[in-house]
């Protein structure tokens, strides 16, 4: 049986192929349009699911949609009849969209796929929740999700069993975890849906001086990690922004503006709502800890990309394990409704032997060694191939030597993170390779962190972390014994000043506050990667890469051999890797007629 889910029309449109209940293939729109975030049906990601599905739309058995449009409609009507005629402008765009094409989803998937069968909905947090448990290595788990807004959830407690999923408690909107992050990602200057990252990795620079401010002001938190947002300082209801006067006249401070000079106070704004979110994020995984008595937690929605407060639920040890859907945000609600109709709708068995079934999320597009060979000869571009054992050998001398590696092997990775299939790799005991690949290879903001790839039995060696973290979404503290002291004159910088100091024997992933967004590499999901890790461990005898998304500042990562290489010829990588091709920048001619090529992109 084949069961397509779509999810499309907000952010992160994606397409998911279920044979049997066993995921065949999943990508984002955006990897095939290049547009970042892309919200439009996502054709091209289809095409790929049924090509590599060997199947025509005629095969499809079920075709899933992630949300109810019918119940978001409703919620967004009450909203503005709620505070009309504030919002009037608003309404009049938004009102037009959902009338001509947003309601009528169920004929829309039909006419783009030219399909003729049943078209099913689920809601939004099931279908969150049904990513993060039916994948999951549990066979009962408590599942927490926690994003913007669906229909009217915005986060939702439920408990896994086998093959079922039961809703137990729903936070609704406008009281939302995700916009309250969001909210101040507008506020710090940053562009919602996309700067919530540079929050995160902003907040170690500055001091939590205003979470009392946030607590007194803005939300009114619970025990059990429900929360009321007080409106009066936040105009996502009615307005045009996230937040209004009077939510600046609070931080003293009005909204920065984008891609102006960062202050001490917009790092210590940010270490104040990461605080506060992780205070929320602790209380709802304790709440459903004791509601359920599971010993294992299973996260989905676009807060659970918050890999800090992921970090901070397993080192409380709240739950003795935690799995962590790998697309978290709406584009694993195609991976998620394709499930919920196997196993919730159509009741199908649901065994677990241990392990995830996401295949280390290596579910996209794919390119044969005659591809790429085809690919290169054509545009007559050097290059050398080498064989297995040689590759390892090679990359891992070219990184001890402090070249910059773009990384493009097997199936490109299905979520945000890059994992050693589409990955730009350097030498994390580098001191200056986070300033270089900031700068020069990334072309984004120097503060930034970069994380680490390690072997996944050498994990512990390196990090105070003691279980699997394959999707890159927990951080966790470099060992005390791989950290280097700081002097006296060191202890008194702060903020950004802080920068530049080495933190441990691997500065180049280790974070102000010497932690790392942390992810093990496994031979059993991705031999090739693993393999070249073990090949620098043993050159340098450290277990340890820096793996950063293959692409630059504003642009989605990169799909193809072409996309790759385009993108290794616009910044200052040394060397590219497509499978068992190498290709060196000094052999490389310039491109033809590129000068503008960062006009293309949206510096947010």
Same mark, same amino acid.
């Given at each position: 049986?084949?069961?397509?889910?779509?999810?499309?029309f907000y952010?992160?449109?994606?397409?998911?192929?279920?044979?049997?209940?066993?995921?065949?293939?999943?990508?984002?729109?955006?990897?095939?349009?290049?547009?970042?975030?892309?919200?439009?049906?996502?054709?091209?990601?289809?095409?790929?699911?049924?090509?590599?599905?060997g199947?025509?739309?005629?095969?499809?058995?079920?075709?899933?949609?992630y949300?109810?449009?019918?119940?978001?409609?409703?919620?967004?009507?009450?909203?503005?009849?709620?505070?009309?005629?504030?919002?009037?402008?608003?309404?009049?765009?938004?009102?037009? +969209?959902w $009338?001509k %094409?947003?309601l009528?989803? /169920?004929? !829309?998937?039909?006419?783009?796929?030219?399909?003729g *069968?049943?078209?099913?909905?689920?809601?939004?947090?099931?279908?969150?929740?049904?990513?993060?448990?039916?994948?999951?290595?549990?066979?009962?788990?408590?599942?927490?999700?926690?994003?913007?807004?669906?229909?009217?959830?915005?986060s939702?407690?439920?408990?896994?069993?086998?093959?079922?999923?039961?809703?137990?408690?729903?936070?609704h909107f406008?009281?939302?975890?995700?916009?309250?992050?969001?909210?101040?990602?507008?506020?710090?200057?940053?562009?919602?849906?996309?700067?919530?990252?540079?929050?995160?990795?902003?907040?170690?620079?500055?001091?939590?001086?205003?979470?009392?401010?946030?607590?007194?002001?803005? +939300?009114? $938190?619970? %025990?059990?990690?429900s929360? /009321?947002? !007080?409106?009066?300082?936040?105009?996502?209801?009615? *307005?045009?922004?996230?937040?209004?006067?009077?939510?600046?006249?609070?931080?003293?401070?009005?909204?920065?503006?984008?891609?102006?000079?960062?202050?001490?106070?917009?790092?210590?704004?940010?270490?104040?709502?990461?605080?506060?979110?992780?205070?929320?994020?602790?209380k709802?995984?304790?709440?459903?800890?004791?509601?359920?008595?599971?010993?294992?937690?299973?996260?989905?929605?676009g807060?659970?990309?918050?890999?800090?407060?992921n970090?901070?639920?397993?080192?409380e040890?709240?739950?003795?394990?935690?799995?962590?859907?790998?697309?978290?945000?709406?584009?694993?609600g195609?991976?998620?409704?394709?499930?919920? +109709?196997?196993?919730?709708?159509?009741?199908?068995? /649901?065994?677990?032997?241990?392990?995830?079934?996401?295949?280390?999320?290596?579910?996209?597009?794919?390119?044969?060694?005659?591809?790429?060979?085809?690919?290169?000869?054509?545009?007559q571009?050097?290059?050398?191939?080498?064989?297995?054992a040689?590759?390892?050998?090679?990359?891992?001398?070219?990184?001890?030597?402090?070249k910059?590696?773009?990384?493009?092997?097997?199936?490109?990775?299905?979520?945000?993170?890059?994992?050693?299939?589409?990955?730009?790799?350097g030498?994390?005991?580098?001191?200056?390779?986070?300033?270089?690949m900031?700068?020069?290879i990334?072309?984004?903001?120097?503060?930034?962190?970069?994380?680490?790839?390690?072997?996944?039995?050498?994990?512990?060696?390196?990090?105070?972390?003691?279980?699997?973290?394959?999707?890159?979404?927990?951080?966790?503290?470099?060992?005390?014994?791989?950290?280097?002291?700081?002097?006296?004159e060191?202890?008194?910088?702060?903020?950004?000043?802080?920068?530049?100091?080495?933190?441990?024997?691997?500065?180049?992933?280790?974070?102000v506050?010497?932690?790392?967004?942390?992810?093990?590499?496994?031979?059993?999901?991705?031999k090739?990667?693993?393999?070249?890790?073990?090949?620098?461990?043993?050159?340098?005898q450290?277990?340890?890469?820096?793996?950063?998304?293959?692409n630059?500042?504003?642009?989605?990562?990169?799909?193809?051999?072409?996309?790759?290489?385009?993108?290794?010829?616009?910044?200052?990588?040394?060397?590219?890797?497509?499978?068992?091709?190498?290709?060196?920048?000094?052999?490389?001619k310039?491109?033809e007629?590129d000068?503008d090529?960062?006009?293309?992109?949206?510096?947010?």
């Amino acid at each position: 049986m084949n069961i397509l889910g779509i999810s499309a029309f907000y952010h992160d449109s994606a397409a998911c192929l279920v044979r049997d209940g066993e995921i065949i293939a999943a990508a984002q729109e955006e990897r095939f349009t290049r547009i970042k975030h892309d919200p439009a049906f996502p054709h091209n990601a289809v095409e790929f699911c049924l090509k590599k599905g060997g199947i025509q739309v005629s095969d499809l058995d079920y075709v899933g949609f992630y949300d109810k449009p019918f119940i978001k409609f409703e919620r967004i009507l009450e909203t503005y009849l709620g505070i009309a005629p504030k919002g009037i402008k608003q309404y009049l765009s938004a009102i037009p +969209i959902w $009338l001509k %094409d947003k309601l009528w989803t /169920r004929g !829309n998937i039909r006419k783009n796929l030219g399909y003729g *069968g049943p078209v099913l909905f689920s809601e939004h947090h099931e279908s969150h929740a049904a990513s993060a448990f039916y994948p999951s290595p549990f066979q009962e788990a408590a599942i927490l999700t926690m994003d913007g807004v669906g229909e009217w959830a915005t986060s939702s407690l439920a408990l896994g069993k086998d093959n079922k999923i039961e809703l137990l408690q729903e936070l609704h909107f406008p009281h939302s975890l995700g916009l309250l992050y969001s909210a101040f990602t507008y506020y710090l200057g940053f562009k919602v849906n996309s700067g919530e990252y540079k929050v995160m990795g902003l907040a170690p620079y500055g001091e939590p001086k205003y979470c009392d401010l946030i607590r007194k002001h803005l +939300i009114d $938190l619970k %025990d059990d990690g429900s929360f /009321r947002m !007080n409106m009066d300082y936040f105009d996502y209801l009615g *307005g045009m922004t996230m937040t209004n006067d009077k939510f600046a006249a609070v931080f003293d401070h009005p909204a920065r503006k984008s891609e102006s000079q960062l202050g001490q106070k917009e790092m210590d704004i940010a270490a104040s709502l990461q605080e506060v979110t992780e205070e929320i994020m602790l209380k709802m995984a304790r709440h459903i800890r004791q509601r359920t008595g599971m010993k294992n937690l299973c996260l989905a929605g676009g807060v659970a990309l918050n890999c800090v407060g992921n970090g901070k639920i397993l080192k409380e040890k709240i739950f003795d394990n935690i799995w962590i859907q790998p697309a978290a945000g709406d584009a694993g609600g195609a991976l998620g409704v394709a499930l919920c +109709i196997w196993h919730q709708v159509l009741g199908n068995e /649901r065994k677990t032997n241990g392990k995830d079934s996401m295949k280390g999320s290596y579910l996209g597009p794919q390119f044969k060694e005659s591809e790429i060979k085809s690919y290169l000869d054509s545009q007559q571009i050097p290059y050398r191939q080498l064989s297995e054992a040689d590759l390892s050998k090679t990359v891992a001398a070219d990184l001890k030597a402090g070249k910059v590696i773009g990384w493009f092997q097997g199936a490109m990775e299905f979520g945000p993170r890059s994992l050693g299939g589409r990955s730009i790799l350097g030498d994390p005991r580098n001191p200056k390779m986070q300033s270089t690949m900031n700068l020069k290879i990334k072309y984004r903001e120097s503060f930034r962190p970069f994380a680490p790839s390690v072997l996944a039995e050498k994990v512990s060696e390196w990090f105070e972390m003691d279980s699997e973290s394959p999707y890159m979404l927990m951080v966790a503290g470099v060992r005390e014994d791989k950290r280097i002291s700081m002097t006296d004159e060191q202890q008194k910088l702060f903020g950004i000043d802080l920068l530049n100091v080495p933190r441990s024997q691997i500065p180049a992933i280790t974070h102000v506050d010497y932690s790392a967004r942390i992810q093990t590499v496994h031979k059993d999901t991705n031999k090739r990667y693993y393999d070249l890790i073990s090949e620098f461990e043993k050159a340098t005898q450290c277990a340890v890469l820096i793996n950063t998304s293959f692409n630059v500042r504003g642009e989605p990562i990169v799909c193809t051999p072409e996309q790759a290489y385009r993108c290794f010829m616009r910044t200052e990588m040394d060397t590219l890797v497509l499978e068992n091709f190498v290709l060196n920048k000094k052999d490389q001619k310039p491109l033809e007629d590129d000068d503008d090529w960062k006009e293309e992109f949206e510096l947010d």
